[in-house]
């Protein structure tokens, strides 16, 4: 993510990190610098307020001045306050009622509603296993209805039909009818929503609120709207009992601020955040993650997610075991080559690494790491089954026909095995600790 908060901060972090003697009148330089930073990024005053007198707080009680690693503990400080900023841990989405459980959707035209509903029902579908209705309200604006019908689609929920010739009100009510009668889990409403706030907006969704007790109202809003991000916040939550923020976009240059202020002038916690366009785009927001993502730190936690998310669980618990029993082979090397590809291409998962990270990995290179799977691919196609289970036994001779099997030169061939022998040796170091912790993350 390259938001102008995230580049600062990091930057920041970076020179803190360095000082080997942090005292008093250097913390109140610091915090100049990261107040300065904040406000850049567009978080309102107040919140930027509040958090830099926390620091301070903090900071000049004993827990950095006098610190063994003074820079470590300051940096500790800000990611901590910043977390509890945004809010604490993840914050799930509440469908404790009677089905179907309502939820409502509120927001700005082009804040991400329509996306995001059909986003959420696809989440719902396959997270909770939750049989999800959608309905639109939008009468305005008869593409935005067709939108809905669009999306509802392709996450795999059913669409309830609406008209511009219909009041919201009545849309809504005959889709809960409907839900009820057809046993379904979930239903979000979609709302109109218009360019900027606006009366009659207002009313009608209060309306729509009134009339179908949601047991969440989730307010949409696009991270890169800065401070009008913050004013749209408190103007909705003003008009309705807010219960989650969905914070879209995330994944455009948003300066990043948005994220820090709409959770302090709601006080509603951030439930979502929308990661890209497409329809599997939306996280449970976790506001440690994001924390360390705004101070540069990278999200190791959502790449080891991505990764595990495409892979098929049966399949990685056989391979745990193989692990396990010192069993793993060229085949399994192959199984997880396939599951790399599955999971959409190296491209999707640069966003994720640590900016300087992401950097050093250009475009360029990753076409060539793409390239690089396939061929690997290739090569382990071209040997035996036999083979593949005993690569100590690839000489010479069978060296230069996998070659050529494979169309690559041999050194290629002496390359993967090389690679094999380590990533063995990984697996074997990951045995009871990293691999099945990732198991258990996908088992929960
Ligand atoms: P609505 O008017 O509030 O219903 O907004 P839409 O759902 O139509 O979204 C407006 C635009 O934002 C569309 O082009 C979406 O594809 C895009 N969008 C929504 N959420 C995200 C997101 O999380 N990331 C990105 N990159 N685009 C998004």
């Excluded at 469908?95 to 959707?105: D, W």
């Amino acid at each position: 993510m390259a938001s102008a908060l995230t580049e600062k901060l990091s930057r920041l972090v970076k020179e803190i990190r360095g000082q080997a003697r942090i005292t008093e009148s250097n913390v109140q330089d610091m915090l100049r610098e990261v107040r300065m930073a904040l406000l850049e990024a567009d978080v309102a005053l107040p919140v930027v307020r509040d958090f830099i007198a926390r620091v301070k707080e903090k900071a000049l009680g004993q827990e950095v001045v006098g610190s063994l690693t003074p820079g470590q503990a300051l940096v500790g400080i800000i990611h901590k306050e910043l977390a509890a900023t945004m809010g604490a841990g993840v914050a799930d989405l509440n469908l404790a009622t009677q089905p179907p459980a309502v939820i409502l959707m509120a927001g700005l035209q082009g804040a991400g509603k329509t996306t995001t509903t059909a986003k959420l029902a696809k989440w719902l579908i396959e997270r909770r296993k939750k049989k999800v209705l959608t309905v639109s309200g939008d009468v305005y604006r008869p593409a935005a209805i067709e939108q809905l019908k669009t999306v509802t689609r392709q996450a795999g929920a059913e669409w309830f039909p609406s008209s511009p010739e219909q009041q919201p009100l009545a849309i809504a009510l005959a889709a809960l009818a409907y839900a009820r009668t057809h046993y379904f889990d979930v239903l979000i409403v979609d709302t109109a929503g218009r360019l900027a706030i606006d009366e009659a907006m207002m009313r009608e969704i209060q309306a729509l609120h009134a009339a179908l007790k949601p047991v969440e109202t989730l307010f949409v809003v696009d991270a890169m709207q800065g401070q009008d991000a913050v004013n749209t916040a408190k103007a909705f939550a003003a008009a309705l009992p807010l219960t989650g923020i969905v914070l879209t976009k995330l994944d455009g240059d948003a300066r990043g601020g948005a994220a820090l202020s709409v959770r302090a002038v709601t006080g509603a916690p951030i439930k979502f955040a929308g990661v890209s366009e497409k329809i599997d785009g939306l996280e449970l927001f976790d506001a440690e993650r994001h924390a360390g993502r705004v101070l540069g730190m990278g999200d190791i936690v959502a790449l080891v997610e991505q990764v595990t998310a495409g892979v098929d669980l049966q399949q990685a618990q056989k391979l745990a075991a193989k692990v396990k029993s010192g069993g793993f082979d060229l085949e399994d090397f192959l199984e997880q080559i396939r599951q790399m590809k599955k999971m959409g291409g190296l491209s999707s998962l640069l966003d994720k690494l640590p900016t300087q990270l992401a950097a050093k990995a250009g475009e360029a290179d990753l076409s060539r790491a793409e390239k690089d799977i396939r061929r690997k691919e290739g090569i382990i196609c071209a040997m035996t089954p036999e083979e593949r289970r005993r690569p100590e036994i690839i000489k010479a001779s069978r060296k230069r026909r996998i070659a050529a099997g494979a169309g690559v030169p041999v050194q290629e061939v002496n390359r993967l095995l090389k690679e094999f022998e380590q990533m063995q040796a990984v697996m074997k170091k990951m045995k009871g600790g990293g691999l099945m912790k990732m198991m258990k993350r996908l088992g929960g």
